[in-house]
């Protein structure tokens, strides 16, 4: 089947997570032609009966292990805001429609096709390929890339015999229209979410009689002084970026780039990030930690001032945060407006180094059509890559899909759709890339 054909039959597959109903149909699929080429595959099923698709292609086990990291499941769609059936896998517009046709089954395709012409071209790989299709990505991991990394970290890459696996997965898509010249960016890392929950107590009373010491007013302060970005600055990876963008911009973006890049960046990010975030959230994102509430729970009648009242956050934060300093900082606010903050849930991930797989993708991206310009990135994110960081593997989310602001805003979004050319050119591009990673000898 053709890598356009197969992505339109993955597509057709409603794999909406939850519940993820199809992960197990998307994991066959793909099976047949990793199959045909001779890799060795199996799927592995999580205790909550979650399907994961592992294929291996043979090679020396005393090398770090390349793995290909997908996932089959797709967020869920409202179905009456999209021009074109979200499961039809239909073609308009030279373009393919459909929910999972970037997020992420394209990609999967791409690491099939890759993993194919591999295994049939008569090279010989210098390490192990893994390609690994996982379940249940949209909703956190914990049935799909967490439990495999916890459980099966053999089947993943992560061997006795070998340095830890190298992975490349989501993350890093290409930027057209944004720049005179595309961008790739290769993300080497990515913010981690830390999930709070913050209460405040009052007095209780009738509406009539208010209170003086009231909880939902006491909250509602709490939440005003620390909503929103915190004080902008530069992770190294960001300022490299900007360093990379100063390159090709061209006069005051030009001048703003040199100035974050330059000895005065930590102030310059400070007064430009405002700016920055209104010109692309991703980009601005990437130049604060957030805290940001979520969900607010209080009272129970319209005439009765309740004694409790709670709030959770969904901070994001850069991977070289100090969580502690933050933690300390909230709770001395809280103390001001009578508010107890509690850490509930955090999860971090290290930054992978940029050694010389990063370097492979670098001369592969600058030579996809129209030259982008390869940049670390970090992304605001999380993505499956964490899992596997954690655990030591060097991990980059890298997709040679060239798309325009108005795609990637698809994502998650209605009418997501991946440019057929775009597609055909990535496959390209993914191919040598993982044969140039395979076969490469040394580390
Ligand atoms: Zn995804």
């Known amino acids: 089947m053709e890598g356009l054909e197969l992505l339109a039959s993955l597509v057709r597959i409603a794999s909406v997570n939850p519940p993820g109903d199809g992960e197990g149909e998307v994991a066959d699929l793909l099976r047949e032609p990793l199959d045909a080429a001779g ?7 999580s205790p909550q009966g979650r399907p994961s698709l592992i294929a291996r292609l043979d090679g020396p086990t005393d090398r770090p292990p390349l793995v290909l990291l997908s996932h089959s499941d797709v967020v869920p769609v409202e179905e009456d805001r999209w021009t074109h059936d979200p499961f039809g896998g239909e073609v308009h517009d030279g373009q393919l429609w459909g929910r999972g046709s970037l997020d992420m089954k394209s990609v999967a395709v791409l690491h099939t ?3 194919v ?40 890459g992560f061997r006795d015999t070998a340095p830890p696996p190298e992975v490349l997965g989501e993350g890093g898509f290409g930027l057209a229209g944004v720049l005179d010249r595309p961008l790739m ?14 209460s405040a107590t009052g007095d209780a009373g009738h509406g009539s009689l208010p209170p003086a010491d009231q909880a939902i007013a006491g909250l509602v302060r709490f939440i005003t002084a620390v909503s929103g970005p915190r004080p902008a600055r530069l992770h190294p990876v960001m300022r490299d970026q900007f360093a990379a963008l100063a390159g ?51 009272g129970y009648k319209h005439n009765v001032v309740p004694g409790s009242a709670e709030v959770t956050f969904d901070a994001r934060l850069l991977p070289d945060t100090d969580v502690d300093a933050l933690l300390s900082w909230l709770s001395d606010v809280g103390e ?70 108005e795609q990637v805003a698809t994502f998650h979004g209605a009418d997501e ?27």
Do not use: C, N
Not at 117 to 129: D, F, H, K, S, W
Not at 262 to 267: E, F, K, L, S, Y
Not at 274 to 296: F, K
């Open 113 to 115: 096709q890759a993993a």
């Open 248 to 298: 090709v911009a061209t006069g005051t973006q030009r001048r703003a780039f040199q100035l974050l890049a330059g000895p005065a960046g930590a102030a310059a990010v400070r007064v430009l990030a405002p700016r920055i975030r209104a010109t692309s959230a991703v980009l601005g994102h990437l130049l604060a930690d957030t805290v940001t509430p979520t969900q607010v729970r209080a």
């Open 39 to 45: 890799l060795d595959t199996e799927v592995l099923v």
């Open 336 to 405: 001001r407006h009578g508010v107890t903050v509690a850490a509930e849930q955090r999860w971090s991930s290290p930054v992978s180094p940029r050694g010389d797989l990063f370097d492979l993708l670098t001369d592969v991206s600058a030579a996809l059509p129209d030259g982008p310009l390869p940049v670390a990135s970090l992304t605001p994110g999380v993505t499956d890559l964490r899992f596997f960081r954690r655990r030591g593997a060097t991990a980059y989310g890298w997709v040679p899909l060239v798309l325009t602001p």
């Open 117 to 156: 012409a591999l295994a049939t071209g008569g090279a010989t790989p210098e390490r192990e390929v893994l390609v690994v299709l996982v379940a249940d990505e949209e909703a956190g991991g914990a049935e799909g890339a967490e439990w495999l990394v916890d459980h099966h970290p053999v089947r993943v």
């Open 185 to 198: 960016p290769i993300v080497v890392g990515e913010k981690s979410p830390l999930w709070l929950r913050a």
């Open 417 to 443: 759709r991946v440019p057929v050319e775009q597609f055909e050119r990535a496959s390209t591009a993914m191919t040598d890339a993982v044969h140039r990673a395979a076969t490469r000898p040394g580390t």
